[in-house]
C-alpha cells in the first residue's frame, strides 16, 4: 500500500505536469509588430487613424499587400505600431524586435534589418512633376518625359517641395548635387498641402504621385485641374520589401512572410487575389507583365531572405 504523503506528493506532481503542459499548450502565438505611418498612396490609413487590426487596413498599395501576407501567416499575432522612420531605426538598434513593409532594402540597413522581396513596384510609385493644366505647354518635351535636371536649369520655373521628404534615391541626390537650383522647400506635413498652392499660382511645379493629384483633383470639382507629367528619374524604386529586426524573433518573421509571398506566387488563383489587392483597379500593362514574371521566379524559386 502506498503511504498516504507519498501518494498525494505523486498527484501533486502529476498535477504539476498537467499544469504545465496546460500552460504550454495554452500560451499565445509569437507576436509580429508591424510598424504603420500614413504615407498615400503606399500606406492609407482608413478615416486618418493608424490600423488597429487587420481589418482596419486600407487599399494602399502597401497596406493592401500586407493584408495578404498577415492572411498567410496564421501562426503569428499581429499588432500595429506607429513610429517615425527614426523612431523605428532606434528602437530596431537598440535590440527590439519590430517589422516593416515601408523601408527599402539599403546596404546600411541591412546591417541591422532583414530583408524580403514582396513585389515589384507599381506605376503609383512614379513621381510625377505636377503643373496647372493650363500651364502645360511650358513644359512640353514632344511627348517624352520630364528630366528633372533639365527643370533645375530653368530660370523661369519656380518649384516648391515638402522639407525632409525623400523622393526616391535617384531624385534625392540630384537635388543634393543642384542645392543651389534646387526648388524650395517648406514644413508640409503631407505633399498634398502643396497642392492648393500649386493652384493659386504660388509657383509652378511641385513633385507628387499621380494618385494623390487625382483624389486632389475629385476632392475640388471645378477648381482649376491639376496635370501630372511623368518623370524620368520618378522611378528609382524598383521593388517592394519586407524587414524585420535582426534578431532570432525577427528571423522567424521574415522567414513567415518569404514563404507567404511564395504560396502567393503559386497560388492558382493569383488573379483573384492581385484584383483584391488593387481593390478592382486596373494595373497598367507593362506593370503586371513584369509583376507576374516576378511571380513566376517567385514561385520557382529557393527562399530570398538578406
Same mark, same amino acid.
Given at each position: 500500500?502506498?503511504?498516504?504523503?507519498?501518494?498525494?506528493?505523486?498527484?501533486?506532481?502529476?498535477?504539476?505536469?498537467?499544469?504545465?503542459?496546460?500552460?504550454?499548450?495554452s500560451s499565445p502565438p509569437p507576436l509580429v509588430r508591424w510598424m504603420v505611418q500614413d504615407m498615400p498612396p503606399h500606406f492609407v490609413y482608413?478615416?486618418?487613424?493608424?490600423?488597429?487590426?487587420?481589418?482596419?487596413?486600407?487599399?494602399?498599395?502597401?497596406?493592401?499587400?500586407?493584408?495578404?501576407?498577415?492572411?498567410?501567416?496564421?501562426?503569428?499575432?499581429?499588432?500595429?505600431?506607429?513610429?517615425?522612420?527614426?523612431?523605428?531605426?532606434?528602437?530596431?538598434?537598440?535590440?527590439?524586435?519590430?517589422?516593416?513593409?515601408?523601408?527599402? !532594402?539599403?546596404?546600411?540597413?541591412?546591417?541591422?534589418?532583414?530583408?524580403?522581396?514582396?513585389?515589384?513596384?507599381?506605376?503609383? !510609385?512614379?513621381?510625377?512633376?505636377?503643373?496647372?493644366?493650363?500651364?502645360?505647354?511650358?513644359?512640353?518635351?514632344?511627348?517624352?518625359?520630364?528630366?528633372?535636371?533639365?527643370?533645375?536649369?530653368?530660370?523661369?520655373?519656380?518649384?516648391?517641395?515638402?522639407?525632409?521628404?525623400?523622393?526616391?534615391?535617384?531624385?534625392?541626390?540630384?537635388?543634393?548635387?543642384?542645392?543651389?537650383?534646387?526648388?524650395?522647400?517648406?514644413?508640409?506635413?503631407?505633399?498634398?498641402?502643396?497642392?492648393?498652392?500649386? !493652384?493659386?499660382?504660388?509657383?509652378?511645379?511641385?513633385?507628387?504621385?499621380?494618385?494623390?493629384?487625382?483624389?486632389?483633383?475629385?476632392?475640388?470639382?471645378?477648381?482649376?485641374?491639376?496635370?501630372?507629367?511623368?518623370?524620368?528619374?520618378?522611378?528609382?524604386?524598383?521593388?517592394?520589401?519586407?524587414?524585420?529586426?535582426?534578431?532570432?524573433?525577427?528571423?522567424?518573421?521574415?522567414?513567415?512572410?518569404?514563404?507567404?509571398?511564395?504560396?502567393?506566387?503559386?497560388?492558382?488563383?493569383?488573379?483573384?487575389?492581385?484584383?483584391?489587392?488593387?481593390?478592382?483597379?486596373?494595373?497598367?500593362?507593362?506593370?503586371?507583365?513584369?509583376?507576374?514574371?516576378?511571380?513566376?521566379?517567385?514561385?520557382?524559386?529557393?527562399?530570398?531572405?538578406?
Open positions: 500500500m502506498i503511504p498516504p504523503l507519498r501518494a498525494f506528493a505523486g498527484l501533486c506532481a502529476a498535477l504539476g505536469i498537467l499544469a504545465s503542459a496546460a500552460a504550454h499548450t482608413r478615416d486618418g487613424k493608424p490600423p488597429q487590426q487587420v481589418e482596419d487596413l486600407g487599399q494602399g498599395e502597401i497596406d493592401g499587400f500586407l493584408r495578404l501576407l498577415i492572411e498567410r501567416m496564421p501562426q503569428f499575432r499581429h499588432e500595429f505600431v506607429e513610429l517615425s522612420l527614426p523612431r523605428f531605426e532606434a528602437q530596431v538598434r537598440h535590440g527590439e524586435t519590430l517589422c516593416s513593409v515601408l523601408h527599402l !532594402r539599403t546596404s546600411e540597413r541591412l546591417q541591422w534589418l532583414y530583408f524580403t522581396s514582396l513585389h515589384p513596384a507599381m506605376m503609383s !510609385r512614379q513621381i510625377h512633376v505636377i503643373v496647372r493644366r493650363d500651364d502645360l505647354a511650358r513644359f512640353e518635351t514632344n511627348g517624352q518625359p520630364l528630366q528633372l535636371a533639365d527643370l533645375l536649369r530653368r530660370t523661369d520655373l519656380t518649384g516648391l517641395l515638402p522639407r525632409d521628404r525623400s523622393f526616391g534615391a535617384r531624385i534625392d541626390k540630384l537635388l543634393a548635387a543642384n542645392q543651389e537650383r534646387a526648388p524650395r522647400s517648406i514644413v508640409a506635413g503631407r505633399g498634398a498641402q502643396l497642392l492648393p498652392m500649386l !493652384r493659386a499660382k504660388r509657383m509652378d511645379y511641385t513633385l507628387e504621385y499621380p494618385i494623390t493629384v487625382d483624389e486632389y483633383n475629385a476632392a475640388h470639382p471645378g477648381a482649376p485641374e491639376l496635370a501630372k507629367l511623368p518623370l524620368a528619374e520618378g522611378r528609382s524604386t524598383l521593388m517592394a520589401t519586407a524587414a524585420c529586426s535582426r534578431t532570432p524573433e525577427g528571423r522567424r518573421a521574415i522567414e513567415a512572410m518569404d514563404h507567404a509571398v511564395r504560396q502567393l506566387a503559386a497560388d492558382p488563383q493569383r488573379e483573384a487575389w492581385i484584383k483584391a489587392w488593387r481593390n478592382g483597379a486596373t494595373i497598367d500593362a507593362d506593370d503586371l507583365q513584369r509583376l507576374n514574371r516576378f511571380l513566376d521566379e517567385r514561385a520557382r524559386g529557393p527562399a530570398q531572405i538578406e
